[in-house]
Each structure stands twice: as C-alpha cells, then as structure tokens.
C-alpha cells in the first residue's frame, strides 16, 4: 500500500502555488525527487567528490566506487545479465541516438527498413529519420488503433525481412497505453530485426525485465523516475554491444591512444567518453533504491488506480474528451484530455492559478497529436506521491476552468 | 479566489477577439506569405500579408493556438493595416516590450493591444502572444531584404 505519507518525502511538493497547495500533477515531463535522492548527491559532493576511474587516492576510489555501485544497482533494477550492459548517458534521447549512430550506421544500408510506431515521441523518430536519409533505408510507421492501443497483427504487416531495426516506446507519454513489447520483440526477431525499446515511461512505473522482454536495446531517463535530470541509461545485449563502435571518443574510453590509431576500453566503458555524470549516477543509484523499497508493483497498482480513478471523475465533466485507451488495465499512469471550446493552454493556465501543475502542447509526439486530429492537448501524469485528493483537485479545477470560460466566450 | 488573476490575463476585449476573429482568413494572391510555429506548444499562424509602397494595405491570418495566441493575431493584423511598415515594426517593438512588462511610450496608442499587458504577467503566455507580431516581422523583413 502507499499511503499519503509519502508525500512528505519530497520536499518540493509542500509549498503553495498561486495561493494553492501545490499539486503536481507532470511527472510525465520530470518527476520530483525524494530527500534521499537530494541526500545522496549532497553527501557525494560534501564527502567523496573526485573523478572516477583515474587517481589513486581515496576520494578517486570512493566516487569510482559509488558510480560503479549505481551500475550495479541499475543492472539489478532492470535484470540486466551482466553489469557490462549498462551504460550510463545523458538520457533516453542519448541512448537512442546512440543505438542509430552506432548499431544503426554499421548495420544498416540502402534499401532495408527501420519501423516504428505512429505513437512514438520526438526523440524515437528523428533519430531513425536521420539515419534513413542518411543510409537510404525507409522508414515505416505502424499505425495504431482507434482506441490508442497497436495491433500485433499490423506489426506483422509492416515487419519484414527487410526490417533491421524496429523501436517502439513501452509506454506512450501521451496515451498511457502499455504497448506489447515483448511480442513485437519476438516478431522483430523472427525477421532478423533487433528491438530497441523507449522505457522513458516505464522504467518509472512497472517492472522491467530486460531478459523477459527479450528486446536488443532499452533507453531511459534517471530523472522521470526520482532520480536527477542529465542522467540515463542505455542497455544493450553483451554481444551486440561487443561488435559496437563508441560514437563519442576522447578520455576514460580509450585502452591505448598512439599517434595514430587507439583502441577501446572493453564494455561499458568504451560508450562513456569523457568525465561522466557522476553524482547523476549515484542520485540515479539512491532513486533505484528507493523506488524499489516501496516495490515497483505497488506502484503500477497505485498509478493505475488513480488513472482510472481521474477518468471516472473526467468523465463526469461535460464536453471533456480523454484521449488513450477506455481500459484502465491496458494503460498507465498517464490521462491526456480535451475540454471542448477551451484551447489546453488555457486550461493549464486556469489550473495553475489554482495550483495544479499539467502539460500542454503535442507531448514531443506531433505525428501523434495529427493522428489524433489534434494539435495540442493537456495531460495530467500520476506518480507514486499523488492521491486522490490530487485527482479532486484536479476535476475541480476543470470544472473551474470550464466555468470561467463559458463566462467569457458564450 | 483565483480568478481575479485570471481577469488580468482573459480581458474581455481579448476574448471577443478569440470567439470573433477579425481578419481571418488569407489574401488570395500576390501577398506575403508567412508560416511560423511555437515549437514547444505548437500553436501555428499562417500570415498573409499586401505590402504596397511601404504600407500595409492588407493582413489575414489563420492558424491554431489558446485564445491569447489568436485573439494577437486577430489585434495585430487589425492595428497594422493602413501603417506604414515602419510603423508596423515600431508597434511591434513596443508589443515586445509590454510583454517584458515596460511602461509604454506616451505617443504610442496601441489601442485594444494594451488589454494583453497581462501575459507579462503569465511568463509562460508570453510566446503565444508575440507569434503574430514575430511573424508580421519576419514577412515585412523578407520583403525588404529578399534574399
Ligand atoms: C516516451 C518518451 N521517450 C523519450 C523521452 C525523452 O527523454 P529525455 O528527454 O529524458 O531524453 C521522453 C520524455 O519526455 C518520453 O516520454
């Protein structure tokens, strides 16, 4: 069970907003951190701040030790085989970008195909984008279903023989909807293709098993799930990974630097050139064990209650329009909405002043928000520290916004 | 409650620009064209613009976005037409600045475009009320300096 005392974790949240107490409800775009994460990059910075990988001295040792300690933890939290597998980045876009510019460029040639999905966010397009017109590959879309979900049976459609890479996100930022990744892993297999999953959503939020899903690659971001921004990771299958070239070079990933020629530090070194994020790492390590404490199934659970909970209050209010999947069991903590007549800016507007914090605007997902016939919505995204009062707040406040509108405008 | 704040933003003149758009729409022919986006938000304005002898002799517009976005537009394509396109870039200037929430020139009448000196106030509005103007700069910049 999680209780409302959690919120106390995260300092940030007790504050008043436009006169209102704060209720955050955007964790989709960042999520907030507890005092244990804040805690965790204080005392590295107070106590063990040094380079990682080069001194001899004790601080050296120490901040080797904990970065590589988070590495361990990272391994652990998504069942990597091996700790080799996990690299640490800037963030999901890094890691795609660093599967296309790598895998992507040695692999991939005129006249094959790397597929994607229509629901994808801006950072699992242009990457592939990039890389077609760069190779001359074709880049294809699975449409999605009416209802916001993808059928297995168009993935078949559009994978083929030719397909070398298929990536597709494990949750939509947008819909909620949780996508089979699994199954379409096992096709993207079938045909030769490796898989690359956008975890962005859900490492956050569900279980993730990286050998259950069987997928090549999987990216996401330290600071949608309790951890600091600037860092991520990306994992990716030892013997993939092996065969890899670094995309950036300088210091720490070199073995042997000549004149001329250089060879790599061996895996996963060889993918983080330069000084890396050190205190994200350890914020990254300290947010792992926090989320695990209070036990990733109980999360999904609690953010699945209060989506359902938020539509069943939404869909009392007139004129509203929830986008994404009518199944609270297909989705996630995530509910994206239309008040008729009331552009979302103006809705984010209206729930500002009364201390609510949402999203508008396409979500990094245009190609979406044109298969949907909308240029801009509003999301409401949930996290472990919301509650239904939050959710009360929030139908409150469209009511609110509603109101103040048909004032004006009729 | 909080609405009070709200009224500083949604004046009544800025909402009967939403619900009546003035100028909406696009000169057929022989105009200026102008396409610009909000990238973050994306609010979109399609500006056309008749540019004769240095004056505006006409401006439509179309496009998508929240009521201060396109109650702008609707404001700004009426406040230019018959200006001088110097003049034009001078209003647009002085927008910018009410935007930063800088008192105003004494001479400069911006007449129902002071209702928007609120968004200074909602830093996060401020984008969609200068997009009109930024575009009308652009498309009078491309007219002078073709390239
Ligand atoms: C589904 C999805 N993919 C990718 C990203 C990009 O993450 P980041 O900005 O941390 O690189 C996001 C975050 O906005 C996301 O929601």
Redesign the pocket.
């Known amino acids: 069970m999680i209780t409302k005392d959690i919120k106390k974790r995260f300092p940030i949240l007790d504050q008043q907003v436009n006169g209102h107490p704060l209720v955050y409800l955007d964790s989709?775009?960042t999520s907030q951190k507890p005092d244990v994460v804040i805690e965790a990059i204080k005392r590295y910075y107070e106590n063990d701040n040094s380079n990682v990988h080069r001194g001899v001295h004790t601080l050296g040792n120490r901040a080797t030790d904990e970065y590589e300690g988070a590495r361990q933890k990272v391994a652990d939290f998504i069942n990597a085989s091996s700790v080799q597998e996990v690299i640490f980045t800037?963030?999901?876009?890094?890691s795609i970008n660093t599967v296309a510019q790598s895998y992507g460029r040695a692999n991939v040639s005129e006249g094959d195909e790397i597929v994607i999905t229509m629901m994808e966010?801006h950072?699992?397009i242009i990457p592939w984008q990039q890389l077609a017109k760069e190779t001359g590959a074709t880049l294809k879309y699975v449409d999605l279903e009416d209802d916001g979900t993808l059928s297995l049976d168009k993935v078949e459609e559009t994978i083929t023989d030719k397909t070398k890479i298929v990536s597709v996100?494990y949750?939509?930022?947008v819909l909620g909807t949780k996508n089979p990744v699994k199954e379409i892993a096992e096709i993207a297999h079938r045909h030769g293709a490796v898989m690359v999953v956008?975890g962005?959503?859900a490492a956050p939020h569900l279980k993730v098993d990286v050998q259950d899903l069987d997928c090549d690659f999987f990216a996401f971001?330290g600071?949608?799930m309790c951890g600091p921004t600037g860092i991520?990771v990306l994992y990716g299958k030892k013997a993939l990974l092996e065969d890899m070239e670094p995309v950036e070079f300088g210091g720490e990933m070199i073995d042997f630097v000549g004149l001329y020629e250089s060879t790599w530090k061996e895996l996963p070194w060889k993918f983080e050139g330069g000084t890396p994020i050190i205190a994200g790492a350890i914020g990254l390590g300290a947010a792992i064990d926090f989320l695990q404490e209070i036990g990733l199934d109980n999360i999904d659970r609690h953010e699945k209650h209060l989506a359902a909970y938020a539509m069943e209050k939404m869909s009392e209010i007139d004129g509203l329009t929830i986008y994404g999947p009518a199944d609270p069991d297909l989705r996630a903590g995530i509910v994206t909405f239309n008040l008729d007549g009331v552009h979302p800016h103006d809705v984010a507007t209206v729930l500002d002043m009364n201390g609510i914090a949402v999203r508008a605007g396409h979500h990094?997902a245009q190609p979406l928000m044109k298969r949907l016939g909308a240029t801009a919505t509003a999301r409401a995204s949930f996290y472990v520290y919301n509650t239904e009062e939050d959710v009360d707040r929030l139908a409150d406040g469209l009511r609110i916004a509603k109101e103040y509108f048909s004032d004006v405008i009729h | 409650m909080s609405s009070i704040n709200l009224d500083q933003l949604y004046r009544r003149v800025i909402m009967d620009h939403y619900k009546n758009p003035r100028n909406k729409g696009e000169i057929a022919d022989g105009g200026l064209t102008i396409d610009m986006n909000n990238p973050t938000c994306g609010d979109r304005i399609h500006l056309t613009m008749q540019v004769e002898d240095g004056i505006v002799q006409d401006a439509k517009f179309d496009g998508e976005g929240c009521s201060i976005s396109m109650a702008s537009a609707s404001m700004m394509t009426q406040t230019i037409k018959g200006k001088s396109v110097e003049d034009a870039v001078r209003m647009s200037k002085a927008f910018s600045d009410m935007m930063l929430g800088k008192e105003l020139d004494e001479d400069l009448d911006l007449g129902d475009i002071e209702a928007l000196s609120g968004v200074s106030q909602f830093p996060a509005r401020i984008k969609c009320a200068t997009l009109a103007w930024k575009a009308m700069e652009k498309g009078v910049d491309s007219d002078v300096n073709p390239n």
Do not use: E
């Not at chain 1, 800037?90 to 890094?94: E, I, N, Q």
């Open positions: 989709g775009a800037r963030g999901t876009t890094t966010h950072s699992n996100m949750v939509s930022n956008d962005a959503q971001s600071h949608k991520g990094c």
